[in-house]
């Protein structure tokens, strides 16, 4: 079945350093790759989303590139911030049902 | 931009008791969904609804049952709360017609005593 790995259950950065966070999947079908951001007590918010291959997506300073040869959606950052500081789901959409898939979530914790 | 509503935000019950959780979405998307949080295990589906007056079982339905009577309107429901359904139980609703993303309640937080 489909799957979602995030390997990293807490990062831990200072603030200016950058970001990666890692996300790989398994699914036989054609898909689109989320990344949702939820800040404490606050719903999840979609970050970034692609279906494109090798194609560089960005939004609020974020970027991730879909790489389906090797199924991974990584996200990063050039220099992480305060505000940066949440819990990050990466998920895969299979469009024939409708549903998301999520990984197990990285909570990112930032320090001055 | 699009609005998904949850009521109540917090609520205490007890163990055996009933619990209905309620779910409003104003962004005319068919599907919704109901998941729950827990530390260590993200986000889990427990039920979904693809149209009004049907709902389909998710990965983790045990325990639950789910009412949708509208497009606008999803329920879940502990017909007998037990202390394991402790938790943040989130709803959301997508639009079949793109990348299915989905727009997310404020959650609810459940504590069963």
């Known amino acids: 079945g489909d799957s979602v790995t995030q390997t990293e259950g807490l990062v831990t950065l200072t603030e200016g350093l950058p970001v990666m966070l890692n996300c790989t999947y398994q699914?036989?079908?054609?898909?689109?790759l989320f990344w949702y951001v939820q800040h404490l007590n606050e719903a999840p918010k979609l970050l970034l989303k692609?279906?494109?291959?090798?194609k560089r997506t960005e939004h609020q300073g974020f970027h991730a590139t879909l790489h389906k040869s090797s199924s991974s959606f990584h996200l990063q950052k050039s220099s992480a911030q305060l505000s940066d500081s949440a819990l990050y789901y990466c998920?895969?959409?299979?469009?024939?049902?409708?549903?998301?898939?999520f990984g197990s979530g990285t909570r990112l914790q930032v320090y001055a | 931009e699009a609005a998904v509503t949850q009521s109540p935000r917090s609520k205490v019950a007890v163990t055996g008791g009933k619990v209905t959780l309620s779910c409003h979405q104003t962004?005319?998307?068919?599907?919704m969904y109901w998941y729950r949080q827990d530390t260590g295990h993200g986000l889990r589906l427990i039920h979904y609804?693809?149209?009004?007056?049907?709902?389909e079982k998710g990965d983790i339905p045990d325990g639950y049952k789910a009412s949708r009577p509208s497009q606008e309107n999803f329920s879940l429901i502990l017909e007998l709360a037990s202390l394991s359904q402790t938790a943040v139980y989130f709803c959301?609703?997508?639009?079949?017609?793109?990348?299915?993303?989905?727009?997310f309640g404020p959650g609810t937080r459940l504590t069963v005593l």
């Open positions: 959301a609703s997508s639009d079949p017609g793109g990348s299915y993303e989905q727009y």
């Open positions: 699914t036989a079908y054609s898909t689109f």
């Open positions: 692609s279906s494109t291959d090798n």
């Open positions: 998920a895969l959409s299979v469009q024939v049902v409708g549903q998301l898939t």
């Open positions: 962004n005319n998307h068919d599907y």
């Open positions: 609804s693809y149209v009004a007056d049907s709902t």
